[in-house]
């Protein structure tokens, strides 16, 4: 029987993270640039349609979260993953047939199906774990998602350019497809555990001397819950924007991945670095910080048109998304005990961030397109404007 703590457990709930994590960013990176080249969308259109899936999400990972906590981790996964494949079905044939309307259809579905995905995996990666086995957890499903996420666009135009844009619909159906079969397998091998993780309390951990009272950690959760929509908008307002970044540059597909992908790799480092080093931990400085280089950065990468800053930026804005993210993804599993249910609140959290971005953005551009750099300048203000929420949560708290 295999349990939380064992690490076969642990090693498959990695896997299922990197496969996921792989397959639908792989589809999400290059699904804007076959919207431009196939369907004719102007950057404002991808901005609209990231701003709808962003909308959507928020309310689909929140149910999503509860559904694993009371449902069971596996049994969401399994619902997620289903709904994954179909909509990838759907959308290559749909695609064939030039329909717009389906193809974005298509995307919701898939967009919804994630939502299940990722409440239960990163709470199965923290079950079980007491005070100093789960940031050990958590650092090793962020690096293994952050890999994967970062090899996906920067080896995905390749593919994209070899294969063609049905890359995007096959190979992520392929990982998919796989990742289902395994999930079916872990529950096979831990029926009990299929039934029992997401509906029953964590043990409880470790006393921890050094733990911050109960109202700083539960003020840290609510910090970074406010922080993280913010790097959800700076991410999911860059990456429709990609097509019309690389027009800027006259990259094709293959190098707007070279040339984009450094972020991942710096928030990749970051998370390493985190990992490895835990005194980050409560520190509101290093919050702050973050979130400061995070809008700075963004206003350098989509207004500055230097392609040197724009590889430079990256490194700070990786590095800002870095820790913000894994601030909310620790605090929700270090703060309580339903894991599956705060998991859905971080994910939510991502897709507020993820509908308002594109939707700022985008609104400028429709009502004053003469000026081209109008979205990115509403954007990086909005940023600015969470800097400022958190300076006043954090005085309010004190």
Not at 109 to 136: H, K, T, Y
């Amino acid at each position: 029987m295999i349990t939380p703590q064992s690490h076969l457990f642990k090693v498959s709930c990695f896997t299922l993270g990197g496969m996921s994590s792989f397959a639908v960013s792989f589809y999400f990176y290059y699904f804007y640039f076959f919207m431009r080249d196939q369907f004719g969308f102007s950057g404002k259109d991808n901005l609209a349609l990231a701003a709808l899936n962003g909308f959507i999400y928020v309310f689909a990972s929140w149910q999503a979260g509860r559904f694993a906590h009371r449902r069971g981790y596996f049994n969401a996964l399994k619902l997620g993953l289903s709904l994954i494949l179909l909509a990838l079905a759907a959308g290559s044939q749909l695609a064939n047939l030039h329909s717009t309307v389906g193809l974005v259809l298509a995307t919701i579905m898939l967009n919804i199906g994630q939502s299940f995905l990722w409440p239960a995996i990163e709470a199965l990666v923290s079950e079980g774990e007491d005070a100093v086995g789960l940031p050990r957890a958590v650092g090793t499903f962020n690096v293994v998602w952050a890999a994967t996420s970062g090899l996906a666009l920067f080896g995905g135009g390749i593919l994209v350019e070899k294969f063609g844009f049905g890359t995007i619909f096959f190979l992520p159906i392929t990982l998919l497809a796989t990742q289902l079969a395994l999930t079916f397998w872990l529950g096979k091998h831990s029926n009990d555990l299929a039934h029992t993780v997401g509906n029953e309390p964590s043990p409880t951990p470790i006393p921890d001397p050094h733990r911050p009272s109960p109202a700083k950690t539960k003020a840290f959760l609510l910090m970074a819950w406010l922080a993280n929509p913010f790097a959800y908008i700076a991410i999911n307002t860059f990456i429709p924007m990609l097509p019309t970044v690389a027009e800027r540059f006259h990259l094709s597909p293959m190098f707007a991945g070279f040339a984009c992908s450094l972020w991942c790799f710096s928030r990749l480092g970051t998370f390493i670095a985190l990992w490895l080093w835990t005194d980050w931990h409560y520190r509101f400085r290093w919050l702050v910080t973050a979130c400061g280089l995070l809008a700075v950065s963004f206003a350098v990468i989509l207004i500055v048109p230097s392609l040197a800053a724009l590889l430079i930026a990256q490194i700070f804005f990786g590095g800002a998304i870095g820790l913000i993210y894994y601030s909310s993804l620790f605090y929700s599993m270090d703060v309580g005990e339903a894991k599956g249910e705060h998991g859905g609140i971080h994910e939510a959290a991502i897709g507020v961030g993820n509908c308002i971005g594109p939707a700022v953005g985008a609104a400028p551009q429709q009502f004053m397109p003469q000026h081209a750099n109008s979205g990115a300048i509403a954007v990086s203000v909005l940023l600015l404007c969470g800097l400022v929420g958190l300076l006043t949560i954090w005085k309010t708290l004190r």
